[in-house]
């Protein structure tokens, strides 16, 4: 790969990896919890604790490529730095559902959908990207520069619980 | 991203945050009814309208991965517009195979596979835009301008129900 | 797509669509086996063949997004032959966990996950790609030939059982 594209990727790139390193944590914990109660059966068991770490890692796994689809996006579209900060976030909320989700007590992540706030911030970033290029090819003005600024201004605003 | 790079994908893009929007719009249909039956416990409610909709979202975010994977292909191979086209057209399918399958009456949408013509097309695309690129490797001659011209063409196929 | 573009990731795409095709199967293999048992309920249906093959298929599905991620991170910051190598590894795994999960006796395919040693070839191949940006970058030395020709060496290391 060209060393000029990697230059506008390799944030997304770590983050990613961060994502599936993740990820395969959430699988080995179910694997675990899987091994714990039978050792050899194929179906899958009834008992309590792993319906409900099994439920975390299923509902998890739903919002993965949703969220890699508009990460992505966001990323390749308006400028990396902010979409990977969002990234990172996403990923810090995910691991909070995930234990949240393991504790018997029901804290403050319950339901089935988690960081509807940054899927929606990076939404709103493809979104001013795909404006700016038809900003760009009808009009012949680029405001980049300002939108760049201005999202890394409003990504710090993700930090606010 | 280099603009020229948005010009050869922008459309894939929108049909990608198009499909973000549905999944979280189905998301939220499963929230909702999981909302409305328990509010606090972790596990699974057993009704069958609970069970109908969460099936419904999950098989359809079975398919997602696979369905992004070859749009992307195809999209990038090929040619972009047929693709895109391709997408919204899945978008449609999907959107009806959810309200059938969260309906009562067993409608024209059953069965655990939906929009098959539409990934077999994509799919298709994708064989013939690598196919294209070996000839053009190894024997010099370029078919692109035809093979788009066939596939916007084919593409109109789809809408036959 | 730019020709040099596609002269990078021409086997990456190859694999992808393999990927797709091997998806569909284990798709057309839930739908047969659900249409074998009940041709009209939505639910699903309790026999121990069906969740069987169900479970198996989901299995799959759930480590596919992750496994896509790490694919096309490895192939593109890396170098794509070792990547679409071990990729096409992964699928013979896939298939093996797959039918093994069918068969009734317990093979050497137990448990939720699998393919564990490729998904971590791939994703040292990822940060090795990643860190040599770095050094490119900040001490202008180059050692992408050198890795190129240790992952082809490495990547024949998978095939030992």
């Not at 000029?4 to 944590?25: C, K, M, Y």
């Not at 899987?34 to 739903?62: I, Q, W």
């Not at 508009?70 to 969002?86: E, K, N, T």
């Amino acid at each position: 790969m060209e060393l000029d594209v990697l230059e506008n990727t390799f944030l997304l790139v770590l983050v990613t990896l961060l994502s599936v390193l993740q990820n395969v944590f959430f699988a080995q914990k179910v694997e675990q919890e899987c091994k714990t109660h039978n050792a050899r059966s194929f179906l899958r068991p009834g008992t309590p604790a792993f319906e409900r770490v099994y439920c975390a890692n299923r509902n998890c796994a739903d919002a993965y490529p949703t969220f890699l689809a508009v990460f992505w996006c966001a990323g390749l579209c308006c400028s990396q730095a902010p979409a990977a900060f969002a990234g990172m976030m996403y990923l810090f909320v995910r691991q909070k559902y995930f234990v949240g989700y393991m504790g018997e007590t029901s804290q403050s992540t319950p339901g089935y959908l988690f960081g509807k706030r940054i899927i929606s911030f990076l939404f709103l970033m493809s979104m001013v990207g795909i404006f700016n290029y038809f900003l760009i090819e009808y009009y012949g003005s680029d405001y980049k520069d300002y939108i760049q600024t201005i999202t890394k201004a409003a990504s710090a605003l993700l930090l606010i619980p």
